[in-house]
């Protein structure tokens, strides 16, 4: 039979372990009254439970908070919190969104179970258990990376192993934090989606990088979109250059010379193929007769 590996990047399970392993508070816990039962829960005073500061997750949806409330209401809270002893209070370690649905409810007790973890192992089951709920919106999930790359020197790899994702998709995940506070704001408020934001990050200035942003809300532009109008920035067509008429000063005396034989304006367009057409100016009928005699009278005279 193999033996089962343990340690992290397994789930939030492999990083709870089971009543025989685990290491538990000695039982000086003041304000539960109830005996521990088999499982290691007990109820405990919802004030006597705090939420964890450095917790991943930041939003709470609200309406999914409140029916939560209302089922807590009617079957209490099903699964008991992890917890752990501080000095004057517990912290928790997972199941927060029930602790603040259970305070909704008015519920007064809740159940918990009491464990010991180092600092780093509560980030981790934090980020697990909420990326397994699909809890985390991309910025509290990139934020909660960078966390365990930072203050705990886990590589990248070390860290995908652990939450149970591929480094490229932790290493696309933080690469989210290059962009401006205001985008990534954009990002939580669902108002643009990580395959877009993903495309902003080719723009280097903060402030195009947002105005970019308000362009693609509010022209509800697609990924592909939003990617071409990057490349365009990036790399502008540059216009051709117009090619200037060479020895213009050729034509100009042309000009003259046929308004003298002709007896009014004359203009030569030329264009740069070679081709081009004359104009010849005129203020009347009589004028205009003038002009055609004189002109065949040219041409009789060849």
């Known amino acids: 039979m193999a033996v089962k590996r343990s340690g992290l990047g397994k789930g939030l399970d492999s990083l709870i372990p089971d009543n025989k392993s685990s290491k538990m508070v000695k039982k000086t816990v003041e304000a539960p009254k109830a005996p521990e039962n088999v499982s290691g829960q007990i109820m405990m005073k919802i004030n006597e439970?705090?939420?964890?500061?450095?917790?991943?997750?930041?939003?709470?949806?609200e309406d999914a908070l409140l029916e939560l409330a209302d089922s807590i209401k009617q079957f209490g809270v099903l699964q008991p919190l992890i917890v752990q002893k501080k000095k004057d209070y517990y912290e928790i370690i997972a199941g927060e969104r029930r602790w603040r649905a259970a305070k909704l409810a008015g519920v007064k007790e809740i159940p918990v179970i009491i464990k010991e973890y180092t600092d780093q192992e509560i980030v981790e089951i934090s980020l697990i258990e909420n990326i397994?709920?699909?809890?985390?919106?991309?910025?509290?999930?990139?934020?909660?990376?960078?966390?365990?790359?930072?203050?705990?020197?886990?590589?990248?790899?070390?860290?995908?192993?652990?939450?149970?994702?591929?480094?490229?998709?932790?290493?696309?995940?933080?690469?989210?934090?290059?962009l401006s506070d205001k985008v990534q704001q954009m990002i939580v408020d669902d108002?643009?989606?990580?395959?877009?934001?993903?495309?902003?990050?080719?723009?280097?200035?903060?402030?195009?990088?947002?105005?970019?942003?308000?362009?693609?809300?509010?022209?509800?532009?697609?990924?592909?979109?939003?990617?071409?109008?990057?490349?365009?920035?990036?790399?502008?067509?540059?216009?051709?250059?117009?090619?200037?008429?060479?020895?213009?000063?050729?034509?100009?005396?042309?000009?003259?010379?046929?308004?003298?034989?002709?007896?009014?304006?004359?203009?030569?367009?030329?264009?740069?193929?070679?081709?081009?057409?004359?104009?010849?100016?005129?203020?009347?009928?009589?004028?205009?007769?003038?002009?055609?005699?004189?002109?065949?009278?040219?041409?009789?005279?060849?």
């Open 49 to 61: 439970v705090e939420p964890n500061r450095e917790q991943p997750r930041k939003n709470f949806e």
């Open 132 to 178: 397994q709920r699909e809890n985390l919106n991309p910025i509290e999930e990139a934020m909660a990376f960078k966390k365990l790359l930072t203050e705990f020197h886990l590589k990248q790899d070390e860290v995908a192993e652990r939450v149970s994702k591929s480094r490229t998709a932790v290493t696309n995940s933080m690469r989210l934090l290059k």
């Open 191 to 302: 108002m643009i989606s990580t395959g877009h934001a993903r495309a902003l990050l080719a723009i280097d200035d903060p402030e195009q990088q947002y105005i970019l942003a308000n362009k693609i809300f509010d022209e509800k532009l697609s990924v592909r979109e939003t990617e071409k109008l990057v490349k365009d920035i990036k790399n502008p067509k540059k216009e051709k250059p117009k090619k200037e008429i060479q020895n213009s000063f050729v034509y100009e005396n042309l000009e003259e010379r046929m308004k003298s034989v002709i007896g009014t304006k004359v203009h030569v367009n030329h264009k740069p193929n070679g081709k081009g057409k004359i104009e010849i100016e005129y203020y009347s009928d009589s004028e205009l007769e003038r002009i055609f005699e004189l002109l065949m009278s040219i041409r009789e005279g060849e």
